[in-house]
């Protein structure tokens, strides 16, 4: 059974930190690029960062450059997402998401691209 199995989010201050964590299971991880999306009330889902099959190419909004870090661990079938200086406007439903790509292909930032969805896991930042 495919899979996308995200860790729980949480509340934090802004400011805080927080790393989700997204398990996958059913397929082969490792032929797969990964994104990070989120989306805010009444917004649409939006690229939040993705990393290639091999881990070695990265990519990320603007919004969040130089705040967070996408990462895998392709023997642990993992993807990641480290939150630095959290902000109020980073409060969404956080996904993790799946593309066939090419070993160092960076994946797409376009939703409808995506092969594979985990469930959503909120992320709260308080002022």
């Known amino acids: 059974q495919v899979q996308l199995l995200e860790s729980e989010g949480g509340l934090v201050q802004a400011g805080g930190s927080l790393r989700l964590s997204c398990v996958a299971s059913g397929w082969t991880f490792s032929t797969y690029g990964m994104g990070w999306f989120r989306q805010a009330p009444g917004k649409e889902r939006e690229f939040v960062a993705g990393i290639s099959p091999s881990g070695g190419g990265t990519d990320y909004a603007d919004s969040v450059k130089g705040r967070f870090t996408i990462s895998r661990d392709n023997a642990k079938n993992t993807l990641y997402l480290q939150m630095n200086s959290l902000k109020v406007e980073d409060t969404a439903v956080y996904y993790c998401?799946?593309?066939?790509?090419?070993?160092?292909?960076?994946?797409?930032?376009?939703?409808?691209?995506?092969?594979?969805w985990g469930q959503g896991t909120q992320v709260t930042v308080s002022s």
């Open positions: 998401a799946a593309v066939p790509s090419g070993w160092h292909a960076l994946p797409p930032s376009k939703t409808d691209e995506y092969t594979y």
